[in-house]
């Protein structure tokens, strides 16, 4: 299934999704930088892992980013 997650006036995704998988490289910053995403949108952490790791890829779509995933995404 596709996802969209969407920019906001305060947040540009695509930028935040960069810093986030730079961060998550990181063992001492992993759990910080997930957070990012399963608090700020409401993502399941098994979809925030996916993304982080890279092992589901996103595309940006104007300011918003979309990607493919089989799972749980919001919780």
């Known amino acids: 299934m ?3 997650i ?3 006036p305060l947040l540009y995704m695509p930028g935040i999704m960069n810093w986030a998988i730079n961060g ?3 063992d ?3 759990a910080a930088i997930r957070r990012v995403l399963t608090d700020g949108c409401n ?3 098994e979809c925030a892992d996916a993304l982080l790791s ?3 890829p ?6 918003d980013i979309e990607f493919e995933y089989d799972g749980s995404v919001f919780a």
């Open 2 to 4: 596709t996802y969209r």
């Open 6 to 8: 969407q920019s906001s």
């Open 24 to 26: 998550y490289k990181f």
């Open 28 to 30: 001492t910053d992993r």
């Open 43 to 45: 993502m399941t952490q």
């Open 54 to 56: 890279e092992r589901v």
């Open 58 to 63: 996103f595309v940006v779509v104007g300011e």
